[in-house]
């Protein structure tokens, strides 16, 4: 293994900026800069270590929402609605290798406009609004931490 | 100042807050009739990228113009345009004295304080709302054709910077909402001048209440229920009170005391709904500006932390969870 690690190259940052910088600072805005540093290095650590399980997750997520919202049936989704050409394209999005997420979370969005709108009827927008809850709480897990004061 | 001579500039430090822009503090120091004086100042200066596209000269002109109205705000004294004097126009105002916070009035605070705050917050807004924009000299903010232009106007402008921002990404709720805004606009009874970020973390205060509102970059024309409902969002204050001033149902109600309107649920749902797309919007502009280094400010990347509580106060809202 290649030393020192990643992590231990940002925590190293860390220790530069804090021992080494902030001594030298005067002004509370470069202190606030510099402590915005050290946060964001605390958000990189975190987000190499879950970012490759949360876009895993999320993959995982869309494809099984989709499948479920095609088991139910072209007829739930309203021929003038363009939901079933949607619905088409995210399975398609979701089949390539690798997949693409960036066309399958704009076809989630048409569906979530339509449930946002009234627009389908509820067994269509219960899956919709099961993605959307979990979504949220994988990115409450992700970005789970408060703003720095600087 | 024509009379003044011999002037320098003191105690020049860069300062946080009001992230749409280079906020410094100095104190100026001059001669004038064989004497020395001294002013507290603020120059703030156009930022190589941030949180917000806005004019310097038309936030100067909402200043003076809700100065000479009397409204709390702090003194603007001089505007720079060209850009070969500081490198960027910038404009220079009093420095109030005062504290403030990043948001939500803090709770370690006393409750006398806040009660006062809280007082002066809506009192401020009430005065703000009854100008008549024209009286104002503020036509050029743009004045709405009709009534139901405002809720039109303010949907299509943030949808266009999320489209713009975005940086290719979707967010579902986000798409969604711009959508339901359009397809749920709403009628404003009158045409007022909106503060646009009117809320706590906005003002600067002490034991006696507010001494300046601040932040008047997003100022235009349109419905009150906009800084209402911007004001009472959930994001600048959790729980029950709005913006950590005071309990929701009673800030509604002080609110219609006075300014002698009442709170059309309605509107205040549709600019509640708008305000938290529209918070959203501003940390995708910072992201984005972070992104493709227009600005190297440390705090935008941490903007992507706020995105979920926004998204899910929308996606509560629009019943998508």
């Known amino acids: 293994m290649l030393r020192p690690t ?28 510099a402590m915005s540093a050290i946060g964001m290095l605390t958000h990189a650590a975190a987000a190499l270590e879950s970012a490759p399980a949360y876009d895993a997750a999320e993959i995982k997520d869309l494809r099984a929402t989709f499948a479920a919202l095609k088991r139910l049936g072209d007829k739930h989704l309203p021929k003038k609605s363009g939901l079933r050409g949607v619905l088409a394209r995210a399975t398609r999005a979701g089949a390539k290798t690798p997949p693409d997420r960036s066309a399958m979370e704009a076809a989630m969005a048409a569906f979530a406009t339509a449930v946002a709108l009234g627009h389908i009827d509820e067994s269509v927008a219960r899956h919709v609004r099961g993605y959307i809850r979990r979504n949220l709480e994988r990115s409450r897990q992700l970005l789970g931490g408060s703003l720095p004061s600087g | 100042m024509p009379h003044a001579s011999e002037h320098q500039v003191k105690s ?30 603020i120059g703030r200066r156009d930022p190589t990228g941030g949180l917000l596209k806005s004019d310097r000269e038309r936030e100067f002109n909402v200043i003076a113009a809700m100065h000479r109205a009397g409204l709390k705000v702090p003194e603007p004294l001089f505007l720079e345009l060209d850009a070969g004097v500081m490198d960027r126009p910038f404009f220079i105002m009093h420095r109030a004295a005062g504290q403030t916070g990043m948001g939500a009035f803090p709770a370690a605070e006393a409750d006398s304080t806040r009660t006062k705050v809280a007082g002066d917050f809506l009192s401020e807004l009430a005065r703000l709302q009854s100008l008549d924009y024209r009286e104002c000299g503020l036509e050029i903010l743009g004045a709405p054709k009709s009534l139901d232009d405002p809720a039109r106007i303010q949907a299509a402008h943030w949808n266009e910077i999320y489209e713009r921002d975005r940086l290719g990404e979707h967010y579902p709720i986000l798409t969604a909402a711009f959508a339901w805004l359009k397809a749920n606009p709403v009628v404003s009874d009158r045409i007022v001048i909106v503060h646009g970020d009117y ?26 229920m906009e800084d209402l409902g911007w004001a009472s969002m959930m994001f600048w204050g959790r729980e029950e009170f709005a913006g950590g001033l005071m309990e929701r149902e009673a800030f509604y109600k002080l609110y219609e005391q006075k300014t002698g309107h009442r709170v059309d649920r309605e509107r205040l749902f549709f600019y ?19 992104v493709e280094r227009r600005t190297s400010d440390a705090v935008m990347p941490f903007l992507e932390l706020l995105l979920p509580a926004l998204l899910g106060d929308l996606a509560n809202q629009l019943r998508l969870v």
């Open chain 2, 12 to 41: 020049l430090k860069r300062i946080s807050g009001g992230s749409s822009r280079e906020t410094y503090a100095f104190d100026l120091e001059w001669s004038e009739g064989g004497e020395t004086r001294t002013r507290p100042l």
């Open chain 2, 199 to 224: 809320r706590s973390g906005n003002y600067l205060y002490d034991e006696n209440g507010i001494i300046a509102m601040l932040d008047w970059e997003m100022a235009h024309l349109g419905d009150p």
């Open chain 2, 272 to 290: 509640q709904v708008l305000g938290n797309a529209k918070m959203a919007v501003i940390c995708l502009t910072g992201i984005r500006d972070f």
């Open chain 1, 6 to 33: 990643l992590n231990e190259l940002i925590s190293g940052m860390q220790r530069t900026i804090m021992e080494a910088l902030m001594p030298e600072l005067t002004s509370p805005y470069a202190q606030g800069q």
